[in-house]
C-alpha cells in the first residue's frame, strides 16, 4: 500500500533554532517523488521542496533541507533557524510512480509547527 | 513561483443549493489540474483529476455527479457541489502541474475554499 506517515502530530521549535519534522513513507514503485508542503493558517498550500527517487544529492531549498534515506523510506524535512513565520501545518507528500502518468499525491496528517519566540 | 487562484475563499449557503468553485492558473497554461477536499485537521484528499477538453477522472469513493468538474480551458477548471448538505461542508484546494512532464512537474495550490452548508 502506498501511504505517507507523519508520527508528530505537533512540535516547539525556539526561534532561530532548526527542527526536523518526520516523515516515512510506503511505496513499491522504484520511481516516485517526495515533496513537502506548508499550509499556514490562511489555508493555501505552499511547496517548500521536492526530491526524486533517483536523485543522488538531497535537496535543499533555502533554510529547507530533505534528509532523505532511500533504505529508512524517510525523507524528513529540516527547517534550519527557526522563524516564527514558520508556524504553520507542514504536509509530507509523495508521488508515486513518477515517470508514468499519474499525478496523485498522497499526503501524510501533517504536523503542527509551532516556533517560540 | 506559478500562480494559482481559487475563487471564492470562502462560501456560506443552504442545504440543497449548489456552489461553484474556480480555479485558475495565472501566469501558466494547466491541461491538468486537481481538487483535493481537506476536512479539520485532516490530511488533504485527492478528490479527482481535471483534464481539459476530457472528462474528470474521479477518485474512488468521490460521487461524480455530486462534484462536478469542467475544465474548458487551459486556464480554468471549475468544481460544482450540487444540492449541497451539510456533510459537504469542508475546504476544498486545487492544484495545477508546472513544468516538466512525468514526476519532476511541480504541484501549486490555490488559497482553498471553505466552504459551509447550513
Known amino acids: 500500500a502506498q501511504k505517507i506517515t507523519q508520527t508528530q502530530p505537533g512540535m516547539f521549535v525556539q526561534e532561530k533554532e532548526a527542527v526536523t519534522l518526520d516523515c516515512t513513507y510506503d511505496t513499491s514503485d522504484p520511481s516516485y517523488g517526495l515533496f513537502w508542503y506548508k499550509q499556514p493558517s490562511s489555508g493555501e498550500m505552499i511547496f517548500l521542496i521536492y526530491?526524486?527517487?533517483?536523485?543522488?544529492q538531497n535537496a535543499t531549498e533555502g533554510r529547507y533541507s530533505l534528509n532523505f534515506q532511500k533504505a529508512r523510506k524517510s525523507a524528513n524535512l529540516v527547517i534550519s533557524a527557526s522563524q516564527l513565520g514558520d508556524s504553520a501545518m507542514y504536509f509530507c507528500?509523495?508521488?508515486?510512480?513518477?515517470?508514468?502518468?499519474?499525478?496523485?499525491?498522497?499526503f501524510g496528517t501533517g504536523t503542527l509547527l509551532a516556533v517560540q519566540p | 513561483g506559478a500562480v494559482v487562484s481559487q475563487h471564492p475563499s470562502r462560501v456560506i449557503c443552504k442545504s440543497g443549493t449548489s456552489v461553484k468553485i474556480e480555479c485558475r492558473s495565472l501566469?501558466?497554461?494547466?491541461?491538468?489540474m486537481f481538487w483535493y477536499r481537506q476536512f479539520p485537521k485532516k490530511s488533504l484528499m485527492l478528490m479527482a483529476t481535471?483534464?481539459?477538453?476530457?472528462?474528470?477522472?474521479?477518485e474512488q469513493g468521490v460521487e461524480k455527479d455530486k462534484f462536478l468538474i469542467n475544465h474548458a480551458s487551459l486556464t480554468l477548471s471549475t468544481l460544482t457541489v450540487t444540492s449541497a448538505h451539510p456533510e459537504d461542508s469542508s475546504f476544498y484546494i486545487c492544484s495545477a502541474k508546472v513544468g516538466a512532464s512525468g514526476g519532476r512537474g511541480k504541484l501549486f495550490f490555490g488559497s482553498g475554499t471553505q466552504l459551509s452548508v447550513l
Open positions: 526530491q526524486g527517487s533517483y536523485d543522488q
Open positions: 507528500a509523495m508521488r508515486p510512480n513518477y515517470g508514468g502518468a499519474t499525478n496523485k499525491l498522497i
Open positions: 501566469d501558466f497554461q494547466a491541461t491538468t
Open positions: 481535471s483534464n481539459e477538453g476530457s472528462k474528470a477522472t474521479y
